[in-house]
């Protein structure tokens, strides 16, 4: 079965840095491009980064210069390098192939980011 299991998410300061993770299992994870994705309280899921198979990356203009999305294929595990943390990085992060779609469908348990001002 599917699973996407992030973790390394916690509470910061600005300025601050965080590195998440998220562990994939059930797919063939060197094939997929992966994507990290994130829901702020109150508000709709949004596009954080993405990289490809072949390790091309893509960042909302938000986090560009500040975040680094990497991947590992012999651990099936995709990075989320977050440094220069603002409070409006607050969010649950959640990673997921971007082919799988935005809305619906399965999503892991997220990790929370939490910056302080």
């Known amino acids: 079965q599917v699973q996407l299991v992030e973790s390394g998410g916690g509470l910061v300061q600005a300025g601050g840095s965080l590195r998440l993770s998220c562990a994939a299992s059930g797919i063939i994870f060197s094939r997929y491009a992966m994507g990290w994705y994130r829901q702020p309280p109150g508000k709709q899921r949004e596009f954080v980064a993405t990289?490809?198979?072949?390790?091309?990356?893509d960042y909302a203009d938000s986090v560009k210069g500040r975040f680094t999305i990497s991947r590992d294929n012999a651990k099936n595990t995709v990075y989320l390098q977050m440094n220069s943390l603002k409070p409006e990085d607050t969010a649950a992060y959640y990673c997921?192939?971007?082919?799988?779609?935005?809305?619906?469908?399965?999503w892991g348990q997220g990790t929370q980011v939490t910056v302080s001002s």
């Open positions: 997921k192939p971007p082919s799988w779609g935005l809305t619906g469908g399965y």
């Open positions: 990289i490809t198979s072949g390790g091309v990356t």
